[in-house]
């Protein structure tokens, strides 16, 4: 049998503390309108799995869906303006 006691040092070098670097707290901030309108979505979805669905019910599925969509559309528009060597 052989020891990988050897590979140890190589595989614990840089040890985890558990909390999220600058840049992933970053990362979030920029998320946070899409990962708050997916919840909303997606309470709006689970509300609607244990009855009939009514046309209030449907209203607010597409109304919380679009809020996503215009999230997301929002979020790759600030990417794209925000990267450099885009198109001019």
Known sequence: ???????????????FDGEPSDAELDAIETEMPLILADVEWLDAVIKTLDRPVSKLDERRVRRARN???????????????????GAA
């Open 1 to 15: 049998m052989k020891s990988i006691a050897a590979l140890q040092a190589v595989v614990t070098a840089t040890p």
């Open 67 to 85: 809020r996503v969509v215009a999230a997301r559309r929002d979020l790759t528009n600030r990417a794209t303006v925000a990267m450099p060597g």
